[in-house]
């Protein structure tokens, strides 16, 4: 699209095919791996707002009659939902790429500067969207979980107790838990101080380790917070469990389909003309949010001390 002061260059398809990352490999070493923005399912948000409408059971267990005897009156009873139900708006992760075209017009071999600069923005677009996911205000995950789905380690670093404790919160086809790396380091040395090294299972083409099962997916979003000189923990962060999917009732994620240059679900580039300085504007944006469908589907484990070290002596 081009505005009043700019000249049309590129297509909104010249900027899409520009800004393929899957061509090339990753030149830009502050990638990292988004596990869980792969496992979360997507739901798809055609109006731009998500209802959960939970229903109210309480109700119904007290009004269902088990082998009633012959002649008695079936128990009559209804389902009750919230009158007032939560609703979820994507929010949006959006920035302009201004590229000098002389830049652009010089410099297109070995690799297409345009290109390259569209995919490396595109991977910080979507490293800023799963840090949106764990810490985001509204929707992030570490907000969403209910008081009674929260569970305290009993010594500080996460041991195998205080994960089975939150197993026992979201028991119900738990998917994974979500820790940051330094946490899953310091639940490593707890399992090797017992005896009990956990297994691994190998997912997208690594290692993870498991408990009971579940795989423990590392990410650094989960922040390590504390951990100055005159604190022997280490610092402390919080340890995530899932049940993820919509038919299950648990974690999903929403995004739009559909947008106006598409690049892949609910992110698109646009091209917004060449300025008179001669400097050509990209609008990338990504749309998206999560929904906790019920408050047992969501789970964490809070404060764990990340380090912590045993003495071998």
């Given amino acids: 699209m081009a505005s009043q002061g700019y000249s049309p260059a590129l297509g909104a398809g010249a900027a899409r095919q520009l800004s393929n990352t899957t061509k ?26 998500f209802r ?66 569209l995919r490396i923005l595109i991977e910080v677009v979507k490293e800023k969207q799963e840090d949106e996911l764990i810490n985001n205000d509204d929707y992030g995950l570490l907000k969403s979980v209910a008081p009674s789905m929260r569970v305290t380690p009993r010594k500080g670093a996460p041991t195998p107790d205080d994960l089975d404790e939150l ?25 090797t101080r017992r005896g009990v090294p956990p297994a691994t299972v190998s997912l997208f083409g690594s290692p993870f380790i498991t408990w009971r099962g579940l ?65 050509a504007s990209y609008l990338i944006s990504l749309y998206c949010s999560a929904a906790v469908l019920t408050e047992d589907a969501l789970g964490s484990l809070n404060g764990v001390e990340v380090g912590h070290y045993n003495d071998d002596k």
């Fill in 52 to 117: 959960v409408n939970r229903a109210l059971a309480e109700k119904t267990r007290e009004d269902v009659a088990c082998s009633p005897e012959d002649g008695e009156p079936l128990a009559r009873t209804y389902v009750d939902y919230d009158p007032n139900p939560r609703e979820y708006t994507l929010n949006s992760v959006s920035t302009v790429l201004d590229v000098q075209t002389r830049v652009s017009d010089l410099y297109r071999s070995p690799f297409d500067q345009v290109k390259e600069q």
């Fill in 215 to 279: 795989p423990i997916i590392p990410c650094d979003k989960l922040h390590v917070t504390g951990g100055g000189p005159d604190d022997a923990s280490g610092g402390k962060s919080d340890i995530l469990l899932l049940r993820t999917g919509e038919r299950k009732q648990g974690v999903v994620g929403l995004f739009q389909p559909g947008l106006p240059g598409e690049v892949s679900p609910s992110l698109s580039v646009r091209f917004m003309g060449i300025r008179e300085d001669a400097v």
């Fill in 24 to 49: 090339t490999p990753p030149q830009w070493v502050g990638i990292t791996p988004r596990w869980l923005v792969s496992l979360l399912p997507w739901t798809p948000v055609e109006s731009g707002t």
């Fill in 167 to 191: 197993i026992s919160r979201v028991w119900k086809e738990p998917a994974f838990f979500l820790a940051h790396p330094r946490a899953i380091a310091a639940f490593g040395r707890e399992c």
